[in-house]
């Protein structure tokens, strides 16, 4: 894969199943008691941004369940996501001052759904002295001008507000490898953006778990809890890509990887 290479967004059959997330939710309340028993973590700070057009609110399932397992856990207190505004990005610089402030400058961990791990990415990018590592829930960080997605349309109707020093480099094609551990989850069968767009490129800090679901229920899919707490549970320097256990192989389809 090439930096000029297109995707289209997902058929519309497949969007219409993005109702799938129900059972999603179903299944992660049902699988709690089991998330909870989880490795238990070291109490350092996780910052879990939301989707595009989703806000805190979406993320409080997540938030609860990494809390029980020993995170420092803050939600972005933006509202909703309509994308770079610059009320959106200062209070982004704002919020990741003060949970560093109150946790004696440690480093945090920062989960990004969707377009959240797209400003989780380039957050990292820019300052990657304030960040652990950076785990992203189908978040399509491989689009540039003119990729389109299902929800292209909606995208395009609030652009207006969105500041383009800030959009620039977030699409820019030819942006650089992270420098901290960065692990993409993705499913073939995401019904608003394209899986492709969401591959990282093969690298010692990066890697791609594949899991099954919908989109929009990434962000309770117990599939996906499980490697949120895999990957947050390793020490501090000592990050190792992702292994499924051999008890649950068949959840973690072998991942794909972006073609350079």
Not at 49 to 59: E, K, Q, V
Not at 81 to 97: A, F, S
Not at 122 to 147: C, K, W, Y
Not at 173 to 185: G, I, W, Y
Request: charge should be positive.
């Amino acid at each position: 894969m090439t930096a000029t290479t297109r995707f289209d967004a997902p058929p519309l059959w497949m969007t219409f199943l993005e109702s799938r997330a129900v059972a999603e939710y179903a299944g992660w309340r049902m699988s709690m008691p089991l998330l909870q028993r989880l490795p238990k973590g070291d109490g350092h700070p996780v910052l879990v941004l939301p989707g595009f057009t989703a806000a805190d609110r979406s993320t409080v399932r997540l938030r609860i369940l990494l809390r029980r397992l020993g995170y420092r856990t803050y939600g972005w207190r933006l509202g909703a996501n309509i994308g770079p505004t610059p009320q959106i990005i200062d209070g982004l610089n704002e919020r990741i001052d003060k949970i560093r402030a109150d946790n004696g400058d440690q480093r945090i961990s920062i989960v990004g759904w969707s377009l959240g791990g797209v400003f989780a990415r380039l957050l990292a990018r820019e300052n990657p002295e304030h960040f652990r590592q950076v785990i992203t829930l189908g978040s399509p960080f491989r689009m540039t001008p003119g990729d389109r997605s299902a929800v292209s349309a909606l995208w395009e109707s609030v652009s207006h507000l969105h500041d383009p020093s800030f959009l620039e480099p977030m699409l820019d094609p030819d942006r650089p490898p992270l420098m901290v551990p960065a692990t993409s989850v993705y499913t073939r069968t995401d019904g608003i953006v394209s899986w492709r767009y969401c591959l990282e490129k093969k690298g010692p800090l990066a890697e791609n778990v594949e899991v099954f679901g919908s989109h929009s229920g990434l962000g309770f899919n117990t599939a996906v809890g499980y490697v949120i707490a895999d990957r947050l549970a390793q020490a501090e320097g000592e990050w190792k890509k992702f292994r499924a256990p051999l008890a649950a192989l068949a959840a973690f389809p072998p991942p794909a990887n972006q073609r350079i």
